[in-house]
């Protein structure tokens, strides 16, 4: 008979916020570095059918995946913590598309005549689906999005209080996270919102087996005993989860209190302690830097960090790769439109990201042209590879109305135009060019390695895509005339149309654009080679110390 699979579900009270996604993940690495085959799934109560049409603002980043799958950044912080799993469209899903599914299923006549219901219709089909992405794992992290107590995530509550039943209290550990907050006034830990979140999970018939208390300070034993005896959990199944300098440490953390050694020791598997030193020295470098960088990230969504959250942690990773600290400079770039620069000048590189609609477009550009023309590390991602080739056709190829068919539809002169592929389709929901795609890397121009080629030692790459536009191929051989240089092509085997992937500066220190999205692939143990050469780059100009003049802009 097949191993029984292994579940972890992981729920959260009190507040949103308190890491639910980061306390999952950290799970997820430190099973896997004790040899189990584990896999990660978020289940999000929302209707949205995935969170590709939702506002950063609202949300946070859509992190896309290899099978071009739109999900939410927490898929994004397992790809981080998790080594060997691949995710895919299985291990992201939503409310709306398990009502979609159920939905679909009653139209073609699936039900047989019955009453579709939320018990057992939708609860089936979350078990299905969760029972589908564990297929190819032992062990499952399962993280339920939201907060214990919203309506909407009862239908996700009841099926994996069913999965408990069904499989058995030997396969199912249920881990609760919840803020044990400091009252200043009374001088103390509160544990009342604790007791409150279990309550309401154990109305549901939810008995949590692990708790895991975030604090900004310590949780004496004392006190978790009085948070067990309240909420009928073991005082050593109460967990303190502290607030941490970097994400990193979190599951250093709670490997310390005995998480993991608990969750197998419940599950009843039998592993030796994880091999946590490469971890470890992976965050040693992140608190002992040699040096610091600061990188501009020149945005329009400045005041919701979470936007760039993928780019932020591989800007993390290209520091670790360099021994060095890289902060965060966000600057809007409507304030460098509005001709206020000076946030320039106190930056040793420039990054510009992914963005959609024309808002604070021209800022960018801006931006590009001081970083192009002073010599200024420069990375443009996906937007913001499209912005530097406008720039440069604009200021260097001579056309002067360069633009983006995303902002102008109707200008002459769209260098960023729609893909031919999709110049025929009027409806853009569902248009764009998501997921993996190859990518080959130019070697060598004029007898120079590229930069690129420098990154990633190889010809062949695969990255991840989520846009809608492209450089023209009509106005490319104008522009690559000038002087960029096309370092990165795609081959649409459908349509033999190539595509530009990447583009470079041959005479800069390191100005760089890509048409897709490598923050999607770093991790803080194998940083994405961009981030590394990027941030390699920044770190020489900081040593170099000089800040360029803000000269020759335009
Ligand atoms: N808005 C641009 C496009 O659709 C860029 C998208 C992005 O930066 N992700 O092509």
């Keep these: 008979m097949a191993k029984p699979k292994k579940y972890i579900f992981v729920t959260g009270g009190v507040l949103s916020s308190i890491g639910k996604g980061i306390a999952a993940a950290s799970i997820g690495m430190l099973l896997e570095q004790r040899g189990i085959k584990v896999t990660m799934v978020k289940m999000d109560p929302y209707l949205n059918v995935d969170p590709g049409t939702m506002s950063p603002f ?41 009502y979609e599914s159920v939905i679909k299923k009653e139209r073609a006549g699936g039900y047989l005549g019955k009453t579709v219901q939320v018990i057992p219709h939708v609860t089936d089909q979350i078990k299905q689906n969760i029972k589908d992405a564990l297929e190819d794992a032992d062990l499952g992290i399962i993280e339920v999005g939201g907060t214990v107590g919203d309506i909407e995530g009862l239908p996700f509550l009841e099926a994996i209080r069913q999965i408990r039943h069904e499989e058995g209290a030997q396969n199912v550990v249920f881990a609760h996270l919840t803020l044990v907050p400091y009252i200043p006034t009374a001088g103390e830990l509160k544990t009342k919102p604790t007791q409150h979140s279990v309550k309401e999970l154990r109305e549901i018939g939810i008995q949590p087996d692990i708790l895991i208390c975030r604090a900004d300070r310590a949780i004496s034993k004392d006190m978790k005993e009085k948070i067990g005896l309240f909420c009928n959990v073991p005082g050593d199944c109460v967990f303190s989860a502290l607030d941490a300098q970097s994400i990193y ?80 400079v966000y600057i809007d770039s409507e304030e460098i439109e509005k001709g206020n620069l000076s946030a320039l000048q106190e930056i040793n590189a420039i990054l510009v990201p992914g963005g959609f609609g024309e808002r604070g477009i021209e800022g960018k550009i801006k931006a590009i042209e001081y970083a192009r023309t002073e010599n200024v590390p420069f990375f443009g991602i996906c937007l913001g590879m499209q912005l530097a080739t406008i720039e440069y056709a604009r200021n260097v190829a001579g056309l002067k109305n360069a633009n983006s068919a995303e902002f102008k539809p109707d200008n002459k002169e769209n260098v960023i ?3 031919e592929s999709q110049k025929d389709v009027k409806d853009l929901g569902g248009t764009m060019r998501l997921g993996a795609y190859d990518c080959n890397v130019l070697h060598k121009h004029n007898g120079k390695t590229t930069h690129a080629y420098q990154a990633y030692g190889k010809e062949k790459i695969l990255e991840r895509h989520r846009h809608r536009f492209e450089v023209s191929n009509h106005f490319r051989s104008r522009i690559e005339e000038s002087g960029l240089l096309v370092c990165g092509r795609y081959n649409d085997p459908k349509t033999g149309i190539e595509l530009v992937e990447m583009v470079e500066l041959p005479n800069h220190p390191w100005f760089l654009g890509c048409q897709f999205h490598p923050e999607l692939q770093s991790k803080p143990l194998e940083p994405h080679p961009l981030f590394v050469q990027f941030i390699k780059a920044a770190a020489a100009a900081a040593k170099n110390g000089a800040q360029p003049k803000l000269k020759g802009i335009s």
Excluded: C
């Excluded at 250093?252 to 470890?280: M, Q």
């Design 417 to 419: 135009d729609l893909m």
């Design 58 to 98: 609202q949300h946070g980043e859509v992190f896309v995946l290899d099978d071009g799958t739109e999900t939410d950044l927490d898929l994004g912080h397992y790809s981080r913590f998790v080594q060997t799993a691949k995710f895919s469209r299985k291990n992201s899903f939503t409310a709306g598309r398990v």
């Design 249 to 328: 440490d979190v599951p250093l953390h709670l490997s310390a209190e005995g998480v993991d050694d608990k969750i197998v020791d419940k599950l009843g598997i039998w592993t030796g302690a994880p091999d946590l030193s490469n971890w470890k020295k992976m965050v040693d470098t992140i608190h002992k830097p040699k040096g610091e960088v600061k990188v501009g990230i020149v945005g329009k969504y400045t005041d919701w960090r979470d936007t760039y959250k993928s780019i932020s942690e591989s800007l993390v990773h290209g520091g670790v790769a360099n021994q060095v600290k890289v902060t965060p």
